[in-house]
Nanobody, 128 residues
Framework: QVQLVESGGGLVQPGGSLRLSCAASGVTVDQYAIAWFRQAPGKAREAVSCIANGDSSNYYADSVKGRFTISTDNAKNTAYLQMNSLKPEDTAVYYC?????????????????????WGQGTQVTVSS
């Protein structure tokens, strides 16, 4: 059974940083692509970033390129999303998700339908 547990959210001022963690069990982050999605109130869930560690391919939404970095620690079986230069529009609940199928690359914006396992979400609020 796959379980994903996010942590690291919170309240931060504009321009600040946060690092989100996604601890995985029942799936290995070096074989299955891991993605971060976010959902703001009244908006659709959107893909923020995706990483496929098998070939180091990754994807970033245009809105976060140059500010966010996705990574994995295979020894800890954990994925991370380092978020710098945060803006109020980054405020949302952030979810990590694991791919249904191993060894699929992250080359373009992934659909939520691709991912079969989801974490419970962690709130990120960017406000002064």
């Amino acid at each position: 059974q796959v379980q994903l547990v996010e942590s690291g959210g919170g309240l931060v001022q504009p321009g600040g940083s946060l690092r989100l963690s996604c601890a995985a069990s029942g799936v290995t982050v070096d074989q299955y692509a891991i993605a971060w999605f976010r959902q703001a109130p009244g908006k659709a869930r959107e893909a923020v970033s995706c990483i496929a560690n098998g070939d180091s391919s990754n994807y970033y939404a245009d809105s976060v390129k140059g500010r966010f970095t996705i990574s994995t620690d295979n020894a800890k079986n954990t994925a991370y999303l380092q978020m710098n230069s945060l803006k109020p529009e980054d405020t949302a609940v952030y979810y990590c998700a694991a791919d249904r199928t191993p060894n699929i690359r992250c080359l373009s914006r992934p659909s939520p339908l691709r991912f079969g396992s989801w974490g419970q979400g962690t709130q990120v609020t960017v406000s002064s």
